[in-house]
């Protein structure tokens, strides 16, 4: 369980911003654009420092469809043996279809974990706003890096239930595509022995993963149901 005091934003900001090598700027709490650039020197989206950093989340980035992740754990098992340029094509065609025109609906914003603060918890939540619940956050977890655990298990760690290990580091660093050293020095759970940085083909797949968030149910399955064509082809 959690139970060390969960750092403050500013702290966290800090950590990350020296894993980077970059100096916190003097005259006050960092703005987004610092945030955004800082996201990208260490691998995160830019939306991922807004939530470290405890501030507000652009609207867009609350539009979810609920269901559609479902289908993102058939899409991450065939795209990863694709050849680098089928998987590059499959990301340009998740892009083209993020940027249409989006039907009106309501933006839904992924629940707030209930557990207390903690790295669990904030892991999690990261993950929610690429619209992968627990049970997808298993699945992907298990086929990006290895590390198989229950959705059961997921909620353990959102809610504070079960503390982050190594081998949980490297499972979240797999689906969000960063170095692990970068969760180990946010967190300051020491990381394993295994690669620092994602393989390529995970690196494209937790890229894919960030561009299909938007996406509806429909739309997901075109690139799912491509992959597995490409896969099996």
């Known amino acids: 369980m959690e139970t060390a005091a969960y750092p403050t934003p500013d702290v966290l900001v800090a950590r990350l911003a020296r894993t980077a090598g970059i100096v916190l700027p003097p005259e006050g709490p960092p703005n987004e654009e610092f945030l955004r650039d800082l996201a990208g020197r260490v691998g995160l989206d830019g939306n991922d420092l807004l939530v470290i950093a405890g501030l507000p989340l652009p609207t867009e980035a609350l539009d979810l469809k609920g269901t559609a992740g479902s289908w993102v754990s058939m899409l991450v098992q065939h795209a990863l043996p694709l050849a680098a340029a089928d998987r590059q094509r499959l990301r340009v065609r998740a892009r083209a279809m993020a ?4 039907p009106a609906r309501t933006p839904e914003r992924p629940p707030r974990p209930p557990g207390p603060p903690g790295f669990g918890s904030l892991l999690v939540h990261l993950l929610a706003l690429r619209n992968l619940n627990e049970l997808a956050v298993a699945k992907t ?18 809610d504070g239930a079960k503390a982050l290990d190594a081998e949980l580091l490297d499972g979240f660093a797999a689906v969000l595509g960063v170095p692990v050293a970068v969760l180990a020095s946010l967190t300051g759970v020491r990381s394993s022995a295994r690669g620092d940085g994602p393989s390529p083909e ?16 429909d739309q997901v399955r075109e690139p799912a149901e491509t992959a597995e064509a490409l896969d099996h082809g």
């Open 99 to 102: 940027e249409r025109p989006r």
């Open 202 to 217: 995970v690196a494209d797949v937790a890229a894919l993963i960030r561009e299909v968030r938007h996406l509806t149910v």
């Open 141 to 158: 977890m298990c086929l990006m890096s290895g590390v198989c655990k229950a959705a059961s298990t997921i909620r353990m760690v959102r």
